[in-house]
């Protein structure tokens, strides 16, 4: 349940393995931001969670979250409750830029493990991937911050404006 602006369009979030409770706080702080909600798999951590709470500030009290054992249950869930779209978000395959995809709701973004990406299996349940250009040697960058420039494309490329 979130306090104030409600987004009319449902987004869920799915963390795949996410190892750092920082990232996942921070992520929460997003969720809150654009009224997603979270489904963390794995052990991806969740509240209540000391470390996770310093950085969602007060965010982990307020964004709807549930567990799944692996992304592959939620993805297959997810789609069995009706969700129209349901998208990992990694580089490497046949993905469209997070700005160019035409999203359908309620829809679900698929965010994968600092260092192993989301799991193969559950890439192949999803509709589809999107992805952020990258430029850089590395190519790549915190889970967080793509999990705001994604969500962000998103709202605007839907057409959503809070005002």
């Known amino acids: 349940m979130h306090s104030g602006f409600k987004l009319e369009k449902k987004i869920t979030i799915v963390l795949d393995r996410l190892r ?5 706080g921070n992520i929460f702080r997003i969720a809150e ?41 939620a993805v297959k869930i997810l789609k069995s409750e ?46 589809g991937v999107v992805s952020l250009p990258m430029f850089g040697d590395k190519a790549s960058i915190n889970v967080g911050n793509s ?4 969500l962000y494309a998103v709202l605007n490329k839907s057409g959503i404006r809070r005002f």
């Not at 979270?38 to 969740?46: M, R």
């Not at 509240?47 to 969602?56: E, G, M, N, S, V």
């Not at 999990?147 to 994604?150: D, K, P, S």
Request: net charge negative.
């Open 147 to 150: 999990a705001a420039a994604v």
């Open 33 to 73: 931001a654009v009224g997603a909600d979270i489904a963390g798999c794995g052990y991806t951590p969740l509240p209540p969670h000391d470390k996770l709470a310093k950085t969602a500030m007060g965010t982990d009290l307020t964004v709807a979250a549930r567990h799944f054992e692996n992304s592959c249950e």
């Open 20 to 24: 750092s409770a920082h990232n996942v």
């Open 82 to 127: 009706g969700y129209k779209m349901v998208l990992a978000v990694e580089s490497g395959f046949e993905e469209k830029l997070a700005w160019e995809c035409d999203y359908e709701f309620p829809l679900a973004l698929v965010f994968g493990n600092e260092a192993l990406g989301i799991d193969p299996e559950a890439i192949a349940l999803c509709d």
